[in-house]
C-alpha cells in the first residue's frame, strides 16, 4: 500500500468536487498540463473549473482511465461525500491478458478528505494497493510503477490543492 498526503488551505468542501470530476475525459487527474502533454497526449487537459454535470457521481460509476478500447477504468466502490471516494480496478492490463487469465491486478484507490485542524483546512490523504500475479507483474509493479506513481500522486495532489484553494478564495 502506498500514502500520499497533502494539506490545503480549503475547507473539506472545497476539494471534494475536484475528486468526483477526476476521470479520462472528464475532468483529467488535475495533474500539470506538461505531465498530460508528456505522458497522455491523448487525454484532454486537467480540467481548471469545476465542470457541474460531473459532479453526480454515483457508487457503480465508471471512471476511465484509458482509451476506451482498453476498457480501462475505475468503478466507484464507495462514496461518503464530502469525506470518502474509493475507486476499485481489475482492468489496468491488456484487455487480452485479462481474458486470458495471464495476469491479473486487484487495483484500489483511497481519496480520504478530513478536516486537517479546527481551522477551515483540510487533509486529502491518497492511498492505492494493487495485488498482482505473476511474480513479474508484481516486479514490474515495484520497478516502473511505483516510482512513476510517486511523481504522479503528488502531482495530482498538488494540483487539487493548487484548484481547491483558487476556488476557495473566489467564492
Known amino acids: 500500500m502506498i500514502t500520499h498526503a497533502i494539506t490545503i488551505e480549503a475547507p473539506v468542501a472545497a476539494v471534494w468536487p475536484w475528486l468526483v470530476q477526476t476521470g479520462r475525459h472528464r475532468g483529467g487527474w488535475c495533474t500539470a498540463r506538461w505531465v498530460d502533454e508528456l505522458l497522455f497526449p491523448a487525454n484532454r487537459a486537467s480540467a481548471d473549473h469545476i465542470v457541474a454535470e460531473l459532479q453526480d457521481l454515483q457508487v457503480g460509476d465508471f471512471i476511465p482511465h484509458g482509451p476506451p478500447e482498453t476498457e480501462c477504468g475505475f468503478t466507484v466502490e464507495q462514496l461518503a461525500s464530502p469525506?470518502?471516494?474509493?475507486?476499485?480496478?481489475?482492468?489496468?492490463?491488456?484487455?487480452?491478458?485479462?481474458?486470458s487469465g495471464k495476469a491479473s491486478v486487484d487495483w484500489t484507490w483511497v481519496f480520504n478528505v478530513v478536516p486537517a485542524e479546527d481551522d477551515g483546512r483540510a487533509r486529502l490523504i491518497f492511498r492505492w494497493r494493487a495485488a498482482t500475479r505473476p511474480w513479474w507483474l508484481t516486479l514490474i509493479i515495484w520497478v516502473v510503477i511505483l516510482p512513476a506513481d510517486f511523481l504522479m500522486s503528488r502531482d495530482m495532489l498538488r494540483g487539487i490543492k493548487r484548484r481547491a484553494e483558487r476556488l476557495d478564495r473566489t467564492t
Open 83 to 99: 469525506r470518502l471516494l474509493v475507486l476499485h480496478s481489475r482492468s489496468h492490463l491488456p484487455p487480452e491478458w485479462r481474458r
